[in-house]
Structure formats: C-alpha cells, structure tokens
C-alpha cells in the first residue's frame, strides 16, 4: 500500500478526531500477521497531558463478546458441549416468561441474541451468575417472539454463556479466557481485571461527554460484574491485531492450534439479517460480499470507550481501532483503515441506501414514543413534513429508504432504524436501532 494513502488515512482520522471531539485513538493493521500500518493520536490522560501510544490499554467493550464465543466453540471442539444443544442443559434453573418449552432455546441463541428477550436494566451488582439466573426469571418483560425469530441485543443473556464456561471446563470465566485464549495467542498488556490494568501501566482515562458543555470528563474505570463475559476485556491495538491472526489462519498462530478451523467458521456464518447487506453471527457481524471479500466485524461501547476489531479473511487482513471518548465513530476509522488496506477509497461505504420518497400521512405512522428497560428513550416526531427522532443524546432527521427503513447520521456514522409492525395498517410495535429492539410505548 502505497505510503500516501496511510498518509491520507491519519488526516482523515485527524479530522474525525477534531470534528467528534476523540481525545484519545489508536490504531493497528497488519496482513499475513505483519503490521502494514500502526499510529496513535491524541492523549490518554488530558490532566497529566500524557500521549497514546502502541502499548496503551483501553477498554474494549463489546469486542469480548468475540473471546467468549471462541472459547464456547473450544468448547465444542473438546466434545464438552454443541452450540445447538438447549441452554436447560448444562443451566438447568434458566427461565424466561412466556417461554414455556425452554429447550427450544439453544446455546447459538445466547451467542448470537436471538433468544427473544428484549434489552434489560443493568444489574452489575448482582455478583453471581446464580443471581442473574434468578434475575431473568422473575424480571418484568415481554418476549419479542420465538428463539431465532428475533434479533436484538440482551447482554443479560448472552452473560450466561459465562456461566456455561465455568459449569463446563471447572474454571472461574476470567481464567478460562487469559489460559486458553489471551496467554496462548501471546497477546500481551491484555487482561478482564481492573487492578492489573492499573498495575500495568500506559492505560487511558476514561472521558464522557458533558450533555451541555460537550467537553470531555474523565470517568472512572468501571467494575462491570458478570457483564465482564461481553465487555470485560481491556487490550491494546497490537494484542487485538495478533487475536485477529487466530481469524484469518484458521484457528492457529504461531503453529499453535487455538480452535478448529470448522468451529472458527461457524463464527461468522450468518444468523440474521441486522441490516441490509449484514448479519450478524456468534459474537461478529458478517457482510458477506463488499468489493469482492468478506467483512467480519465487532464494535463496543462503554463509558469512556468506543472501540472496532475485525478482519478480511480472505485477504488475511486484521485491524483494530480504539478509542477513550463515549460513542464516537470508531467504526468509521476503522472502515477507513480496512478499505485503505483493500485500496479503496477512505469513505467507500459498506452499504448504500437507495432514499425513497414518503408521504406526510406514511410517515405519520411511525411516530410515537419507544422506550426499552435498558434505559433508551425515543420519541418520533412530524416537523415540517420530515419524520424526525428524538433521543437523550439527540435530534436528527430520518430518511426513508423502504417503507419502513430509515437512516440518519450520528457521531460521525449512517445509523439505521427499522420499524416493525403487525400490518401496513397498523402503528409499529418495536423500532429495532444500534442492534436493539425498542418496543413502541405510545
């Protein structure tokens, strides 16, 4: 790759960085496991005026959801459990209201959030999968349908395959990942504990937004509980590129088997349709075909992160991208990256939605309020003949680009938001938005 286009890269991530105001970033590529390209930006301490570097640790957020799955698929491999066997059986107390058969509820479901279950209130004080277990069976919810019929993120289920983890290899959840994934693949200044982070070094503050000033406030790091099975690891761009290898070299690295090959496929076979040309799989996005490859693909979100792993295997690229600022556009620096890498264009996009026209009285459907137990809260809205969306961080316009699809842009990235009804005469019941379900409250 010619040395211009990495250069064109840094000014547009530069760019991204001042317009969404990233205090911190860096950033790894590497094919055929050797780095093609590496940086950092900006700081990882505004107090301390300390600089990012390759080695500094960031959270990573929703990324882990990609370790648990590999290690449920090791799992599979050693003969201990099959993704398509029934949760009941190795959790004989899960329950959920309204699901009276349990069993129709398999492993791959909890992989991949397809159980039905809609998004939860956070309970990371509850310190056991015991007391998450009893959490899920006396909560108030209504199901979104059937196992499968539905795809819509639960970190409160997909945690249980922590608990799936421990019954089954006799080990704590933390030690099976650092023992059989992090130590074996090499990847170093990795770890899910709080306190080695610190002891290590070289790792960023957190910063939040201020809702008024926009300025960026440090945050403390924060003790995530049992949510740790798909948020918990804190990592580095090197160590992530280096995981990214066990992808796209079919489950080993350095001559050491990490899981099969078959298994490792699995992982990014589509489940369901999440967007027009993506799905999503067992812990990864797939797009199948983009200019000829595969994109399979992972982004997180805490306080204080925002972060993109992903690779090409087809091309045996891996990249990371990770960030200390809340919801901002990793993943558009991360796309750059991989596109840089394919030698396209920064700014080809992954999909291109077509805009349809719609009339005042079709759009007057889908206004109303939609609000989820795990604290969203939109409100849909006519202004002057555009259907507009509402939320606690914003207010934008949604452009049609089905009957019932509609995107709009936000931190720096096209968000889709999807509509759900019984009928064409009917208001819709859910709107599905940044991979939830959000049932329609008036």
Known sequence: MATNAWDQFEAKVKQIMDENGIVGAAVAVARDGETIYS?????????????????????????????????????QDRGLISLDDPVVRYLPEFRLKGMHDMSEIKLFHILSHTTGLVPMTRRPELKTFEEHL????????ELLGRPGEYFSYCNDTFLLNGAVIERVSGMPFRDYVMHNIVNPVGMQ?????????????????????????????????????????????????????????????????????????????RMW???????????????????????????????????????????????????????NVTNVPAAVIWMGAVNTALGLPFDTPKVVHPEVSLQAEQLARYTGRYKSLEGADLRVYLESGRLMLSSQEEQAVLTPTTHDSFVFTSAGQQRLVKFYSKSPAHKPWAAYLGVRMIRRVE
């Not at 301490?45 to 990609?66: C, H, M, W, Y």
């Not at 009893?134 to 919810?141: F, G, K, Q």
């Not at 999503?280 to 925002?306: I, K, M, N, R």
């Open 269 to 323: 076979t589509p489940v369901y349709r999440s967007a027009p040309n993506t799905y999503y799989c067992l812990a990864l996005h797939a797009t199948p075909d983009y200019h000829g490859v595969t994109l399979v693909e992972h982004g997180g979100g805490q306080p204080g992160v925002s972060s993109h792993f992903g690779f090409v295997p087809e091309r045996r690229i891996t990249a990371s991208v990770l960030t």
């Open 39 to 75: 940086s950092s930006f900006g700081l990882r301490s505004i107090e301390q005026r300390l600089p990012v570097n390759q080695d500094t640790i960031f959270g990573v957020a929703s990324i882990s959801k990609s370790f648990t799955a590999l290690a449920m698929s090791q799992l």
């Open 134 to 141: 009893e959490y899920l069976r006396d909560a108030d919810y």
């Open 189 to 265: 200044r990795t770890t899910l504990d709080i306190d080695e982070v610190k002891r290590m070094g070289n790792y960023t503050d957190l910063y939040v937004k201020n809702p008024e000033t926009k300025q960026p406030e440090a945050k403390p790091w924060v003790e995530l509980g049992r949510y740790e099975v798909g948020g918990g690891v804190r990592s580095n761009v090197p160590a992530l590129v280096r995981y990214g290898q066990v992808y796209v070299q079919a489950g080993q690295i350095d001559g050491v088997r990490i899981v099969s090959e078959r298994s490792l496929r």
